[in-house]
């Protein structure tokens, strides 16, 4: 069998109820089950900060509209990176265009020491963000076969697929390729296993606790 693969969590411990995900509770517990990092989500507020957050609107506020000010529990792409850069893998998603600038100067000036990846399902994002840096760690995020056709044109060195997706053979044309291959949202224990068996490189789930049981 490969070597184990990197352990994800999904917005961090996202199936710990009582914490809501995208937040510095929700990924100190992933971190806490044994998680080597996380996934998480960027969004640009009306004021230009790159805000950690999955949906649109936040308190039925447009966060492309709001003033950070507006959105006090919101984490700030910086503060995530100075208090995780350290001891977490991190795969940050842009959710929208215009926070490339924004995230490369980020992870210039607090690079991830354990390694990090910038992925999006917006090809044009992936696109200006290679434009703009040589280097950036770049990942297409998958969640339909159409998608996932044109993993080969994209200048990404990540291929992050929905998990339904992934077949034994597209792990093996993956690395053939010289990239890497990341399974979401994987939250059954069985799934885990068939995944890693075959190669992946890194699951991401909601159920941490479960994921790092299952390779501890």
Same mark, same amino acid.
């Given at each position: 069998?490969?070597? &184990?693969?990197?352990?994800?969590? #999904?917005?961090?411990?996202?199936?710990?109820?009582?914490? &809501? /995900?995208?937040?510095?509770?929700?990924?100190?517990?992933?971190?806490?089950?044994?998680?080597?990092?996380?996934?998480?989500?960027?969004?640009?507020?009306?004021?230009?900060?790159?805000?950690?957050?999955?949906?649109?609107?936040?308190?039925?506020?447009?966060?492309?509209?709001?003033?950070?000010?507006?959105?006090?529990?919101?984490?700030?792409?910086?503060?995530?990176?100075?208090?995780?850069?350290?001891?977490?893998?991190?795969?940050?998603?842009? *959710?929208?265009?215009?926070?490339?600038?924004?995230? !490369?100067?980020?992870?210039?000036?607090? &690079?991830?020491?354990?390694?990090?990846?910038?992925?999006?399902?917006?090809?044009?994002?992936?696109? /200006?963000?290679? +434009?703009?840096?040589?280097?950036?760690?770049?990942? +297409?995020?998958?969640?339909?076969? *159409?998608? !996932?056709?044109?993993?080969?044109?994209?200048?990404?060195?990540?291929?992050? &697929?929905?998990?339904?997706?992934?077949?034994?053979?597209?792990?093996?044309?993956? #690395?053939?390729?010289?990239? *890497?291959?990341?399974?979401?949202?994987?939250?059954?224990?069985?799934?885990?296993?068939?995944?890693?068996?075959?190669?992946?490189?890194?699951? +991401?789930?909601?159920?941490?606790?479960?994921?790092?049981?299952?390779?501890?």
């Amino acid at each position: 069998m490969p070597g &184990p693969p990197l352990l994800l969590a #999904h917005r961090g411990a996202r199936a710990s109820a009582s914490i &809501p /995900e995208n937040t510095y509770a929700s990924f100190d517990l992933a971190l806490e089950h044994g998680c080597d990092g996380f996934e998480f989500d960027l969004r640009l507020t009306g004021c230009g900060s790159a805000v950690v957050c999955h949906d649109a609107e936040v308190g039925g506020l447009a966060v492309s509209q709001a003033r950070y000010e507006q959105l006090p529990n919101l984490p700030c792409l910086p503060e995530v990176l100075q208090r995780y850069a350290g001891r977490a893998f991190l795969d940050i998603e842009l *959710k929208v265009p215009d926070l490339e600038s924004k995230v !490369l100067l980020a992870v210039q000036e607090t &690079p991830p020491a354990r390694g990090y990846v910038v992925s999006s399902f917006l090809p044009e994002v992936l696109l /200006e963000l290679r +434009i703009r840096s040589a280097t950036v760690p770049l990942g +297409i995020i998958c969640e339909r076969q *159409k998608e !996932l056709a044109r993993w080969r044109e994209m200048p990404v060195e990540y291929v992050i &697929p929905h998990y339904s997706l992934i077949s034994r053979d597209l792990v093996q044309q993956v #690395h053939g390729a010289g990239r *890497k291959l990341f399974a979401w949202t994987v939250n059954a224990q069985s799934s885990m296993l068939r995944l890693a068996e075959w190669g992946v490189d890194g699951i +991401i789930s909601d159920e941490t606790e479960l994921l790092t049981h299952t390779f501890g």
